[in-house]
Structure formats: structure tokens, C-alpha cells
């Protein structure tokens, strides 16, 4: 990351404060519910049809990995449940997790394709032929410092009525080092992958345990 700060100099992003930002406030999902530590949660377009799905992750870019985080095309795919751990997490189960503060994210796999990897997200070095930084996976839960802030991301919440949130890297927990900071968009011209952006992704948390029930629900009346 550090050599790609230095080559691209031009290329560092930083945008003005959210006017929604205030004191952090909890997380919530898109049923009003507080954001938790332990519970698994999908991240989907806050966008209905061509807006596309919810996250998971493809290879293609590193082969064989790390693996790139992507969007699902299809609204109807809620892509891979994921957890999240703030930067104060120390293992409880239930915590709440705030809005605009830093916190890890994890895909939830039981058989992870790269066996020697994490599927925690981080931003990967900059791609010189694709122009972008890509979200990927790979990094590391905790640990904050200078040499974690790749893996360093927060929720933005852009409009209160529908609990509705961006995915920022602007990590706060190295106030010293220099440092990325940008909304998370899509990539739409390498099979949606996330990747830093000027245009964010919006997005909502759905829990996987409300998803299921309504499979449930669904299943009896048919």
C-alpha cells in the first residue's frame, strides 16, 4: 500500500464529510434492528433490479487469490453472509456495532477456497492495468495500527428513513499515517467487483436469520 501511495500520488482520494455524520450512532439493519457482533448479516444493493445483489467473492484478477469482493447481478442473490467486528471488539458476542467508526469485515465460508487466506476484506495494492484499488480478501481481524489500515472500512448512513448506509475506507486508526480515504463503489467493468470510488454503493444489512424466516414462511403457504 505504501508504494502505491507513492506512485499514484494524484490518484488519492478524499471527499468532503457526510452532512449526515454526527456522533456515531448504531449500526442498523433494514428491519431498525441494532447491528450485533455474533449475528450474520447480507449486504444488498439498496436498489431494486438492475441495482444488482448482494456481495460474494470471485477470483479471476489474482488468480488464484486473493479473492476480489463483488456484486451479485441478480437482485434475487443475496450473496455470502458476512460478520463484523469493530475496532473494540474483544469477542463478546452481542455487541452493537456504530456507524462511521472502524470495523472489519468477514465473509462467512466454512470451506474457503484459498485454505491458507481469511476472507476478511481489505483494499489491495493499487492495479495498474485496471486503474483502480479493488477490495479483496485476505486481511486481518483487529490489530489496529499502521500496518492493518488496508483492512479498515465503515457504514455511512445516507438516508435515515430506510436505514440505508455506504461502505467507506477512510480508516481512523492510525491519525499519523498517510492514508487512503474513499467511498467503496462498483467496478462495473471487471464483473462488478468493489473497488474505491467516487460513486458509492449503497447499500442495506439485511440479518440472514430474518431471510431464512421468510424462506420458511413463504415455503409453508406455497
Known amino acids: 500500500m505504501k508504494n502505491s501511495l507513492l506512485v499514484f500520488p494524484f490518484l488519492f482520494l478524499c471527499f468532503l464529510p457526510n452532512p449526515l455524520l454526527g456522533a456515531p450512532e448504531p ?73 462511521s467508526t472502524d470495523l472489519n469485515i468477514q465473509f462467512n465460508v466454512q470451506r ?39 483492512n479498515w472500512f465503515k457504514f455511512e448512513k445516507v438516508a435515515d428513513d430506510l436505514n440505508v448506509y455506504k461502505i467507506v475506507h477512510c480508516p481512523s486508526v492510525c491519525k499519523s499515517c498517510v492514508k487512503l480515504c474513499s467511498d467503496v463503489g462498483i467496478h462495473f467493468e471487471t464483473e462488478r467487483r468493489l473497488a474505491l470510488s467516487h460513486s458509492p454503493f449503497m447499500m442495506v444489512l439485511m440479518k440472514v436469520s430474518d431471510v431464512h424466516k421468510l424462506r420458511e414462511r413463504l415455503n409453508a403457504i406455497i
Open 27 to 99: 449500526l442498523l439493519d433494514i428491519s431498525g434492528d441494532k447491528v450485533v457482533t455474533g449475528t450474520e448479516y447480507y449486504i444488498v444493493s439498496v436498489i431494486r433490479g438492475a441495482g444488482g445483489g448482494g456481495l460474494n467473492f470471485i477470483s479471476g484478477r489474482n488468480e488464484p487469490c486473493p479473492m476480489d469482493v463483488f456484486q451479485e447481478r441478480s437482485d434475487l442473490r443475496r450473496g455470502r453472509p458476512l460478520s463484523l467486528f469493530p475496532v473494540n471488539y474483544n469477542g463478546e458476542v452481542g455487541t452493537v456495532v456504530y456507524d
Open 112 to 150: 474457503p477456497r484459498c485454505n491458507e487466506e481469511t476472507t476478511v476484506w481489505k483494499v489491495d495494492n493499487y492495479d495498474n492495468k485496471m486503474g483502480a484499488w479493488f477490495i479483496t480478501t485476505n486481511g486481518v481481524i483487529g490489530n489496529p495500527g499502521a500496518e492493518t489500515l488496508q
